[in-house]
């Protein structure tokens, strides 16, 4: 979806002048439109697989079996749950990984059509900047779903700040970051 929102913006300005900052601009668009659309879509599997993590009754031992306890348990509504934690991270993780990316790779590109040396680079950095930005998010949408699992709140980023405020109280900063590098060591090895 990036590409496709991307190139389109490019073809309908091909004839004028593309300057850098309006090829970072459109970079960041496209990279912005495709993340809400992931945020969106995935939110039910997060859901799903922080069940099947935190499960310790056996009731989630499947994707099938966690599917229908969820839906028996708790109705539809439940998948939607954290949905905005979800998509605040979602679009700001795609967003950054996707348009550094994309800038990297072109910054040190080398030769026409594929060079494996600036893609390499560009998807390594954007691995980490992706990571650095959005892994205080991930530990807050996880703490609010564990903690909150079969439970819809409709004041949920109420409770996202005060989940925020208790991390920061109890463990400063670096609670933000615990756990880290096995999720910057998956990201790197994704991207």
């Known amino acids: 979806l990036y590409d496709i929102i991307n190139q389109s913006i490019n073809y309908s300005f091909q004839g004028s002048e593309a300057t850098g900052r309006g090829m ?13 659309v992931a ?13 099947m993590i935190a ?13 229908k306890n969820i839906r ?4 539809y509504r439940e998948f939607l749950k954290g949905t905005t ?9 795609s967003t950054v990984e996707l348009t550094a990316y994309d800038t990297f790779k072109t910054m040190f590109k080398t030769k ?32 609010y779903l564990v903690e909150n699992s079969g439970l819809f709140e409709k004041k949920g980023m109420r409770r996202i700040f005060k989940i925020m405020g208790s991390v920061h109280e109890n463990r400063g900063i670096k609670g933000f970051y615990q756990g880290f590098m096995p999720y910057l060591s998956k990201s790197l090895i994704y991207g």
């Open 24 to 36: 970072f601009l459109s970079k960041l668009f496209s990279a912005f439109t495709a993340s809400v």
């Open 39 to 51: 945020g969106v879509t995935s939110n039910p599997w997060v859901i799903i697989k922080v069940r």
């Open 55 to 67: 499960d310790k009754s056996g009731d989630y031992q499947t994707l099938r079996q966690s599917f």
């Open 72 to 75: 028996n348990k708790d109705g």
């Open 85 to 93: 934690i979800s998509m605040v991270r979602g679009v700001i993780l």
């Open 112 to 143: 026409e059509g594929l060079d494996l040396r600036a893609s390499f680079i560009g998807s390594t950095i954007a691995s980490l900047i992706g990571a650095l930005v959005s892994y205080p998010l991930d530990i807050l949408r996880t703490l």
